[in-house]
């Protein structure tokens, strides 16, 4: 049996159809996220599956029990499912620990593990109005873990977070998973955020599932512009500037391009290269450079360690992948 089902989901809000048929399996343990433009139904399938947005259609089962939406009980919500939305509530006036054992289910010792883990432990005693967003983020975590949750939904967990906070709610997060053993599912509008923690990633757009892989598969074979777009940038030209025969496999890429990130493009010795590109202009991104290069009337963007390439150099490129992607 899957651990939780998620059958055939719709949903209208005001005449416009939110969710059409959404329909997927996990197993327990399993990583899954959302991912997907703003508007595209991604929180609001999140409530459909903690049972705290009714859908028109359709159903959800954790481990065979039917989830009752928000119009068939008289608080809504799930014993078993603890959805940490991006607006969460920490009353005021409460120190951080009687805020945690209003909430707890579960035993001392575990409680210890949880705080540990979300890295809460020095902030116990503080007053809830005396702590940074970053750390009621994290305590908010910990509220939700305390109850003993079977299933954890996490909507934009690294909203409003700069980069040292965001780091450690990945790191929060990934603990869980590993120390704690709760499933968990989360949404994130900004998609590379889940491309290191998540087993299968759902992209959505207009309420509907339109890609569902691995975060490689579909970093690295998008179906179409949207979702290539929604995880960096991007290049989709003729394969013919990189010397490929335009008909590498058969009919089915008719009339395709060449898909290729940026770190697909390699820049080489010029000695015996067939392909010179033009650098238009060099960004610095950190990590890497980002080069755009012109080449056979294409604009193309490149990424480098390579710190010695200047805008006006003529660069060779060769291809990273012997297996062409094609869209
Ligand atoms: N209660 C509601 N009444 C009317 N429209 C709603 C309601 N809830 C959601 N919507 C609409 O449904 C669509 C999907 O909303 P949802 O919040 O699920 O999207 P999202 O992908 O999570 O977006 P974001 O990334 O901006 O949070 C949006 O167009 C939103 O305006």
Redesign the pocket.
């Known amino acids: 049996m899957n651990y939780l089902q998620v059958i055939g989901i719709s949903k209208q ?2 005449g ?1 159809q ?1 969710l059409s048929g959404i329909h997927f399996e996990m197993a327990e343990g399993y990583k899954i996220a959302i991912a ?1 433009e ?8 999140l409530k459909t599956i903690g049972g705290l947005s009714q859908p028109d259609q359709g159903e959800v089962l954790l481990e065979g029990e039917r989830v009752e939406g928000p119009l068939e009980r008289l608080i809504p919500g799930h014993p078993k499912i603890a959805y940490l939305s991006q607006y969460f509530e920490l009353r005021n006036n409460y120190r951080v620990e009687e805020i945690l054992e209003i909430a707890s289910k579960t035993e001392p010792e575990n409680a210890a593990r949880i705080f540990e883990i979300c890295q809460v432990n020095h902030l116990l005693k503080r007053k809830t109005d005396r702590i940074s967003g970053g750390e009621r983020q994290r305590i908010a975590m910990a509220r939700a873990l305390v109850s003993s949750p079977r299933l954890l939904l996490l909507d ?1 967990p690294f909203s409003n977070l700069d980069v040292i906070h965001k780091n450690l709610m990945k790191l929060v997060i990934r603990d869980i998973g590993e120390h704690l053993g709760v499933t968990c599912m989360l ?1 994130s ?1 900004d998609p590379v955020d889940t491309l290191s923690w998540a087993d299968e990633i759902l992209v ?1 757009r207009d309420g509907v599932i339109v890609q569902r892989g691995t975060p490689e598969n579909i970093y690295r074979r998008p179906v179409n512009e949207y979702v290539a777009g929604l995880f960096g940038k991007y290049n989709l030209v003729e394969p013919g500037i990189f010397g490929l025969p335009a008909e590498i496999s058969g009919a089915e890429r008719e009339g395709k391009k060449l898909f290729l990130r940026p770190e697909d493009i390699l820049i080489v010795n010029g000695q015996g290269a067939v392909t010179i590109a033009l650098v238009k202009r060099v960004s610095f991104l950190g990590t890497l450079f980002e080069l755009e290069l012109e080449l056979a009337g294409h604009t193309l963007t490149a990424a480098t360690p390579d710190r010695n390439i200047s805008p006006g150099d003529s660069i060779a490129l060769s291809l990273i992948s012997d297996q062409p992607y094609y869209m």
């Open positions: 809000e005001n416009r939110i997907g703003t508007g595209s139904g991604k929180s609001t399938l934009e949404v509008h959505m």
